[in-house]
């Protein structure tokens, strides 16, 4: 009996204990990193947020993808220095909406909430010529080791939940 019940209570330690190990990850994601190149992630984002038909017609043919390289990172980004691994835009060549999505992987062990926070801080929400995107619209957030920087007056939320839903 002894031994039946020291197997019963074993096997709900074992089960107790991988259970808060899975838990431990599902309470945060984010540090799962994101799988593909940033252009993968960039076209799951477009294809899976809930957006505008009107948006979903300007992202077919309007938008290009611009990869952000060290001397065009205070543009994108908004600071100079910003370490990372790979970066890439993706606006409209010509609108007469602000638009601008930023997708960065940073270099492993780098400080991800300051560099998130450098982006917030120093980002240009009016970069463009007499138009601007509100403040409560620029949106810097990330999932693992890739940092999503959104500037729209119109679907920052919508794409920004599509980024958010890939961590799985």
């Not at 709900?12 to 190990?21: H, I, K, R």
């Not at 300007?58 to 910003?82: M, N, P, Q, S, W």
Request: net charge negative; glycine share 6%.
């Amino acid at each position: 009996m002894k031994r039946l019940l020291l197997a019963v209570v074993a096997v709900v330690l074992v089960l107790s204990f991988a259970a808060c190990q899975a838990n431990t990850g599902a309470q945060n994601p984010q540090n799962k990193n994101l799988e593909g190149s940033l252009e993968d992630i960039l076209a799951k984002i477009y294809d899976t947020a809930k957006v505008s038909d009107d948006f979903k017609e300007f992202t077919k043919g309007g938008l290009v993808t611009t990869e952000i390289t060290e001397d065009r990172v205070a543009y994108y980004l908004g600071k100079e220095g910003i370490e990372f691994e790979s970066a890439i835009a993706s606006e409209p060549m010509i609108n007469v909406n602000p638009y601008s999505l930023c997708l960065v992987r940073v270099k492993e062990g780098a400080d991800i909430e300051q560099i998130k926070k450098d982006i917030k801080e120093n980002v240009d929400p009016r970069k463009w010529i007499c138009v601007g995107v509100e403040e409560e619209n620029v949106i810097v957030d990330n999932v693992g080791d890739v940092i999503i920087l959104i500037m729209s007056n119109n679907e920052a939320k919508a794409l920004h939940d599509a980024f958010l839903a890939l961590k799985g």
